[in-house]
């Protein structure tokens, strides 16, 4: 017997990361689609990680059934994980223009990435893929070509909404097409796959022309230069602030590579058409500082990133200067509050003025708040809701929302969780593996094969090399050798560290008796025991130990 069933890997339960499975035929031989293929960004305790991915290997297994990868927008939370991934998957992409434009000039700044052929459609367009009919509606969110899908199968109608919002005046694009969504919710509708971002706000997300008018009004203002930080993706605050500028007789200087090759996707697709040209770093210089608007990467609190360098007045060519502004047109991503604010400590520091949302309508989130979901639900009216993009707390309030609003099959599920949609009553009904994996430079492996733990532990607790070495009556010849990396130089006492070390180590070697000496690995642990024991009792902390026994 055939069946419908839904199995998130990634982006439920979670900000980031998003990979959804639909599957459809008999147990044992089901096809699939994925919808979008996104990633996280590693936090201080993942050290040195550039990525993190959903763990794929479920999908992997299932690779020969596999119809579609189908891509709702070009965010990276929800496309940015298809160059490292696809490579191990090989199912056909479909994407909206500006998304495969994007991919392919990410791609081409990344060197040996893959090459990935894309089939690309746009907003009304209808595709087959095995048992699966797509038709993607058009929707409204803070980068071009957002869709929403209307996935038809034999068993039902699912309709996963992607990112989006209600927004009558977008900066860019057509409003939500309420007229087709409502046409499908006539039809009728199995089930809703809905954004939970914003399911605990109350009210309707403000306009994203309210916020042009906003800075176009900060802007022609401000006697100094002004900064404005924002996500690169956002293509039509971009272009609101090039008006803006326009307008007030200044002048745009990108700063950031993620921005400038943003800019120049948007422009090859005729979304920066009747601006004027953007200046670069090197055109700083020339500009007067009254006439200077900068857009610019950071607003994450990224420590390579354009802004986190101006705030240290470490770039070469751009700086600002007491009477300045940095306007932050954007929210901080849940983690990232701490290097937020570090970057706006040293710009105060420098006598920026920093204005933020909270202080002015500088940004509005690109996700529905509740009475947007309420108009959703109103024009789909689904038989079945799964609360989708999100950390717990919203999928709770989105289900709670869902349930009030009368829809009586409402299911709550985790990533790696398959529930089952039809035929019958909606439930989970098994478990796949899932997980993260990571990139680090370039390899991608799980914690344990990139390293990740030890890495973690060797911040925390530095390092301690030991070299041991044994004459041919198995005795110390000399005193065992021993490097710190990370360490302390002395305890709470003012006793040298190192010393106390390779006191430890030798007393450890001593007290083994001669016999049993001749048994390495013997030696190695009782020599990496006492290392850490005696590190532990001087600082508090057990620091990684690595011990070579040499002998003869």
Not at 6 to 32: D, H, K, Q, S, T
Not at 238 to 263: F, H
Not at 410 to 425: D, E, H, I, K, Y
Request: hydrophobic share 45%.
């Amino acid at each position: 017997m055939s069946q419908l069933v839904f199995v998130p890997l990634g982006g439920i339960g979670e900000i980031g990361m998003n990979l959804a499975l639909y599957g459809y035929g008999p147990e044992n031989n089901r096809e699939w689609i994925a919808v979008d293929c996104g990633v996280a960004f590693a936090g201080p305790e993942q050290p040195g990680v550039d990525l993190i991915f959903p763990d794929i290997r479920f999908l992997e297994s299932q690779r020969h059934n596999l119809k579609a990868i189908i891509i709702t927008h070009a965010h990276e939370d929800h496309f940015g994980g298809l160059l490292d991934l696809w490579p191990r998957l090989k199912a056909p992409v479909y994407a909206t223009p500006f998304t495969a434009a994007l991919l392919e000039a990410k791609r081409e700044g990344e060197a040996g990435a893959a090459k990935v052929p894309v089939n690309v459609f746009s907003a009304g367009d209808r595709f087959k893929v095995g048992p699966f009919e797509i038709e993607a509606v058009n929707v409204t969110h803070s980068i071009p070509e957002p869709v929403a899908l209307a996935i038809r199968t034999p068993l039902g109608t699912v309709v996963h909404t992607g990112d989006w919002k209600i927004d009558l005046t977008p900066a860019l694009g057509k409003p939500t097409d309420e007229a087709r969504l409502r046409a499908i919710g006539d039809e009728g509708v199995l089930a809703l796959i809905c954004d939970s971002t914003n399911a605990m706000r109350e009210g309707v997300s403000p306009s994203e022309q309210d916020v042009n008018r906003s800075l176009a009004q900060i802007i022609k203002a401000a006697e100094g230069r002004v900064a404005l930080t924002t996500f690169s993706s956002n293509i039509g605050r971009i272009r609101s602030i090039a008006e803006a500028s326009a307008e007030a007789g200044r002048q745009v200087l990108l700063m950031g590579r993620s921005m400038k090759r943003m800019a120049d996707v948007a422009s090859e697709l005729g979304y920066m058409d009747k601006l004027p040209p953007f200046l670069s770093e090197q055109d700083f210089g020339y500009i007067p500082r009254e006439k200077a608007v900068i857009v610019l990467t950071g607003s994450q609190g990224e420590a390579r990133a354009a802004l986190a360098r101006l705030a240290r007045d470490e770039h070469p060519s751009v700086a600002l200067s007491k009477g300045d502004m940095v306007i932050f047109s954007s929210r901080a991503i849940p983690g990232n509050e701490k290097a937020i604010n570090e970057i706006k400590n040293n710009l105060v520091e420098l006598g920026v003025q920093v204005v933020e949302d909270h202080d002015k309508l500088v940004h509005v989130s690109g996700h529905p708040r509740r009475t947007e979901l309420r108009q959703m639900y109103e024009w789909i009216r689904p038989s079945i809701a799964v609360p989708a993009h999100g950390e717990a707390q919203h999928l709770e309030a989105h289900a709670q929302l869902a349930r009030d609003l009368g829809v009586r099959n409402v299911v709550s599920l985790r990533n790696g969780q398959m529930v089952r949609l039809a035929p019958g009553f909606a439930e989970v009904i098994d478990e796949v593996p899932v997980g993260r994996i990571y990139k680090d430079g370039f390899l991608v492996g799980t914690q344990d094969e990139m390293g990740i733990g030890e890495r973690r532990k060797l911040s925390y607790a530095g390092h301690v090399s030991v070299v041991v070495q044994l004459n041919a009556r198995l005795e110390l010849r000399g005193d065992p050798e021993l490097s710190m990396i990370g360490l302390p130089k002395a305890d709470f006492e003012g006793e040298d560290m190192e010393e106390a070390l390779v006191d430890a180590a030798a007393g450890a070697v001593e007290s083994i008796p001669k016999a049993r000496r001749k048994d390495f690995a013997l030696v190695r642990e009782a020599v990496r025991r006492a290392i850490r024991g005696e590190a532990n009792d001087a600082w508090g902390k057990k620091p990684l130990v690595t011990v070579f026994v040499i002998g003869g």
